[in-house]
T-cell receptor, first 113, second 111 residues
Framework: GQNIDQPTEMTATEGAIVQINCTYQ??????LFWYQQHAGEAPTFLSY????GLEEKGRFSSFLSRSKGYSYLLLKELQMKDSASYLC??????????????FGAGTQVVVTP | DGGITQSPKYLFRKEGQNVTLSCEQN?????MYWYRQDPGQGLRLIYY???????QKGDIAEGYSVSREKKESFPLTVTSAQKNPTAFYLC??????????FGEGSRLTVL
């Protein structure tokens, strides 16, 4: 099984940068995903990391260190619409299904004017 | 447009009743999943199916049942054996990268 930890809530100002950390423990690692979920809606895919390093996609970047069991999601130039919950999810090497993920509880990001 | 359709969006159930949540996809994905979301907790896997006529239990399958008679459809039945069924239910499909495509969810409340 896996233990995935991320902060419960973070607050930041519009235009600023926020970094959401995620730590995990797993017997075998095969990829880490970040999803965004607005209140009452379905999660949407943001990023995928399987190798160490930084993946950049517009205002969002995701970093992975497999040796440390650590990832972060970086949100730059924050906009009000970025207020949402951000979910960290890990896939194990032993899984028999590509979409069988273990999710953290999510980090609620509140963007203030 | 391709996507996943869940229905109903809101559902109320009385004690002792079975209810079925519908999930249909037109993304031509082989794999489909049912996740449950409770406040303050991560999504938890109920059942998943890699191919038609085959499905596997996830981490919290007790009190639930599924079928996969067609590639496009993966309905979930919440039975009376599920002791705490009030939750937000999310259906998803995936391609081989593992990226999950979610439906809009079904919110079940037990009266």
């Amino acid at each position: 099984g896996q233990n995935i930890d991320q902060p419960t809530e973070m607050t930041a100002t519009e235009g600023a940068i926020v970094q959401i950390n995620c730590t995990y423990q797993t017997s075998g690692f095969n990829g880490l995903f970040w999803y965004q979920q607005h209140a009452g809606e379905a999660p949407t895919f943001l990023s995928y990391n399987v190798l160490d390093g930084l993946e950049e996609k517009g205002r969002f970047s995701s970093f992975l260190s497999r040796s440390k069991g650590y990832s972060y999601l970086l949100l730059k130039e924050l906009q009000m619409k970025d207020s949402a919950s951000y979910l960290c999810a890990v896939r194990e090497t032993t899984t028999d299904s590509w979409g069988k993920l273990q999710f953290g509880a999510g980090t609620q990001v509140v963007v203030t004017p | 447009d391709g996507g996943i359709t869940q229905s109903p969006k809101y559902l109320f159930r009385k004690e002792g009743q079975n209810v079925t949540l519908s999930c249909e996809q037109n993304l031509n994905h082989d794999a489909m999943y049912w996740y449950r979301q409770d406040p303050g907790q991560g999504l938890r896997l109920i059942y998943y199916s890699q191919i038609v006529n085959d499905f596997q239990k996830g981490d919290i399958a007790e009190g639930y049942s599924v079928s996969r008679e067609k590639k496009e459809s993966f309905p979930l039945t919440v039975t009376s054996a599920q002791k705490n069924p009030t939750a937000f239910y999310l259906c998803a499909s995936s391609r081989q990268t593992g990226e999950l495509f979610f439906g809009e969810g079904s919110r079940l409340t037990v009266l």
